[in-house]
Antibody, heavy 122, light 107 residues
Framework: QVQLVESGGGVVQPGKSLRLSCAAS????????MHWVRQAPGKGLEWVSL????????YYADSLKGRFTISRDNSNNTLSLQMNSLRAEDTAVYYC???????????????WGQGTLVTVSS | DIQMTQSPSSLSASVGDRVTITCRAS??????LNWYQQTPGKAPKLLIY???NLQSGVPSRFSGSGSGTDFTLTISSLQPEDFATYSC?????????FGQGTKVEIK
């Protein structure tokens, strides 16, 4: 069965960095695009970033202004999100989600991890 | 960016009621529309993809319709486990924006 398990969240001071990971299993990781989505406390869902199945194409939310970097390791079935210059408004639960199968854009965001909480506070 | 507007923001309903939630996109997204269910402390769960396709394992009381800019999620007979927040999302183009959510509460 498909499993996505996020890790790396925690409490971090403003201006510092944090790296999130998402361990994938139960499917051929290298065949799927992957997303990060976040949810601030009591707020709605916000898409953060997308990486293509091979890692060659990356997109980001404009609000991140180049502070976040998405990457993947297809040999280890792992998705990562490097977050730099963190701000209080980055406080949220961060979810990884499985994207579309290469060559088939119909089903996107069909599986989600349980999320990892990032709190940016001094 | 494509803006997604859901209505209502919240609703109260009873078990057995028929519930309808609408989602409007600021421009045409064809049928690239997902619906999710989320309960507190849990990850979103995909209910409907491509506007009208039921995700595997989702009860048939959930259905979706629409294309272009106007979409609807319908729960034909509300069950106790359906009290949750429902969100739409366009997967037509990045950023893949979400609606603000509709909280379905017990009347």
């Amino acid at each position: 069965q498909v499993q996505l398990v996020e890790s790396g969240g925690g409490v971090v001071q403003p201006g510092k960095s944090l790296r999130l990971s998402c361990a994938a299993s139960g499917f051929t990781f290298s065949d799927y695009a992957m997303h990060w989505v976040r949810q601030a406390p009591g707020k709605g869902l916000e898409w953060v970033s997308l990486i293509s199945h091979a890692g060659s194409i990356k997109y980001y939310a404009d609000s991140l202004k180049g502070r976040f970097t998405i990457s993947r390791d297809n040999s280890n079935n792992t998705l990562s999100l490097q977050m730099n210059s963190l701000r209080a408004e980055d406080t949220a639960v961060y979810y990884c989600s499985r994207g579309a199968l290469k060559g088939d854009p119909v089903r996107d965001f069909d599986y989600w991890g349980q999320g990892t909480l990032v709190t940016v506070s001094s | 960016d494509i803006q997604m507007t859901q209505s209502p923001s919240s609703l109260s309903a009873s078990v057995g009621d028929r519930v309808t939630i609408t989602c409007r996109a600021s421009q045409s997204i064809n049928s690239y529309l997902n619906w999710y269910q989320q309960t507190p402390g849990k990850a979103p769960k995909l209910l409907i993809y491509s506007a009208s396709n039921l995700q595997s394992g989702v009860p048939s009381r959930f259905s979706g319709s629409g294309s272009g800019t106007d979409f609807t999620l319908t729960i034909s007979s509300l069950q106790p486990e359906d009290f949750a927040t429902y969100s739409c999302q366009q997967t037509y183009s990045t950023p893949n924006t979400f609606g603000q959510g509709t909280k379905v509460e017990i009347k």
